[in-house]
T-cell receptor, first 113, second 110 residues
């Protein structure tokens, strides 16, 4: 399975600021995804990060709030913009292999105060 | 959208007992996946199921892909303290986008 590194692992941020989360994979992958896991909840897909084109966002998530970059096949960033306490969650990067199996980074635990 | 109903939401069992949890869906999936998440970590893939009726084992874990393609179960035999965590089922169709169940929080009493 791919090794996925996320940075930072956790952060405490002031409301109104933005945080960029990085995801680095040890091999080239076609599909990269960003998920949100709110406290005590399951995982919800934010968007699919496409290399060379704009990310594809799921219902309820917009590019202005969660801009995503995918400059190459091993790296992606997710920015949480203009943060509010409701954005406090774990944000997870995921990659897909063998067309169906998804592997996750360790997550970024974000607290907005 | 698709919804996965996972049950039970939590279990508190004695070490050595067997555990069973399941997921049901309102629509079919081509692949079922089971993950475990430890505190402060991302989900780790335990078992992947690709065919309806498939029964797959990974050590003390056994999972089955339901014949209707709308359900799956995960069994853990002879639980040990390190089995503690949250278990998630996930269904996958096209595009590798997973739909997750709500999770089963497992607690094991030594």
């Amino acid at each position: 399975s791919a090794v996925i590194s996320q940075k930072p692992s956790r952060d405490i941020c002031q409301r109104g600021t933005s945080l960029t989360i990085q995801c680095q994979v040890d091999s080239q992958v076609t599909m990269m995804f960003w998920y949100r896991q709110q406290p005590g909840q399951s995982l919800t897909l934010i968007a699919t990060a496409n290399q060379g084109s704009e990310a594809t966002y799921e219902s309820g998530f917009v590019i202005d709030k969660f801009p995503i970059s995918r400059p190459n096949l091993t790296f992606s960033t997710l920015t949480v913009s203009n943060m509010s306490p409701e954005d406090s969650s774990i944000y997870l990067c995921s990659v897909a292999q063998r067309n169906t199996e998804a592997f996750f980074g360790q997550g970024t635990r974000l607290t907005v105060v | 959208g698709q919804q996965l109903n996972q049950s039970p939401q939590s279990m508190f069992i004695q070490e050595g007992e067997d555990v069973s949890m399941n997921c049901t869906s309102s629509s079919i999936f081509n692949t079922w996946l089971w993950y475990k998440q430890d505190p402060g970590e991302g989900p780790v893939l335990l078992i992947a199921l690709y065919k309806a009726g498939e029964l797959t084992s990974n050590g003390r874990l056994t999972a089955q892909f339901g014949i209707t393609r709308k359900d799956s179960f995960l069994n853990i035999s002879a639980s040990i303290p390190s089995d503690v965590g949250i278990y998630f089922c996930a269904g996958n169709n096209a595009g590798n986008m997973l739909t997750f169940g709500g999770g089963t929080r497992l607690m094991v009493k030594p």
